[in-house]
């Protein structure tokens, strides 16, 4: 499998490629609007055709480049079904596999963080978005977010997954790439070290975040599969125009 990890550095989002060598079909994992023209480049330098784009949950950090990707690519959205949005082409369920060559993707219903949360699993590596970060997990104080709810899909869906599979967030803010189950469940600052419920509850309620700057655009932007909404302010214009370069790549 080819495999790329690729920043956007505005919402500090990873996106994740995943190619099948044999039939040159790929998939992208939580694109990023501004990020579009990049991750084509990066598509047609490995000489792949991207197939489809799937998006973990509906962000209220950034907008997903699905709908775009869709325009320039030709390729089809897949998003968790539960989300009932009417602009996806491929509904994703736990259970039912997606297969893309080579590839074989099984999604995980991983709620708490919002309540349509997905992880992705393939071979050895489980995509988690915002459900399981490095050290962390995501806020659930909005989009009908659960701390209970996260607290079991991480204890029973993710924490049960072999301890040797490599653990890739949707975010991070200091740079890191990468982690383990195995090193979530002993090191994990909110969830692991068998931490019980009532005390990671306890944590999640006394975060006390602010409000998401973006969300008021974000959320009806990836209603929609990736539209950026008129009327963003010009502070907040970096969430839709193309980047001029990623941290990494």
Not at 38 to 60: F, P, Q, S, W
Request: with cysteine; net charge negative; proline share 6%.
């Amino acid at each position: 499998m080819i495999f790329k990890q690729l920043f956007e550095p505005v919402s500090s989002t990873y996106t994740y490629l995943l190619g099948c060598e044999e039939t040159g079909q790929a998939i992208l994992i939580d694109a990023v609007l501004p990020a579009w023209q990049r991750d084509l480049a990066e598509l047609n330098k490995l000489g792949m055709k991207l197939v489809y784009t799937l998006d973990t949950h509906i962000h209220a950090d950034h907008i997903t480049a699905a709908r775009k990707l869709k325009l320039e690519a030709g390729s089809r959205i897949a998003h968790p079904a539960v989300d009932q949005l009417a602009c996806v082409d491929m509904p994703l369920e736990e259970g039912k596999l997606l297969d893309l060559g080579s590839i074989r993707l099984a999604p995980l219903f991983t709620p708490g963080h919002t309540d349509g949360h997905h992880a992705y699993r393939v071979g050895d590596r489980v995509f988690t978005g915002d459900a399981l970060l490095i050290d962390a997990c995501g806020r659930t104080d909005f989009q009908n977010g659960d701390a209970p709810t996260l607290y079991r899909s991480v204890h029973d869906k993710l924490f049960s997954l072999p301890e040797d599979t490599l653990v890739y967030p949707a975010h991070d803010y200091q740079g890191r790439r990468v982690s383990s189950i195995g090193q979530e469940k002993m090191r994990n600052p909110r969830l692991g070290g068998d931490k019980p419920l009532a005390e990671f509850v306890k944590i999640m309620e006394e975060m006390d975040l602010a409000y998401p700057k973006f969300i008021d655009y974000a959320l009806p932007g990836n209603r929609e599969c990736g539209v950026c909404p008129t009327g963003v302010p010009d502070d907040l214009q970096q969430y839709c125009t193309q980047i001029e370069a990623s941290v990494q790549g």
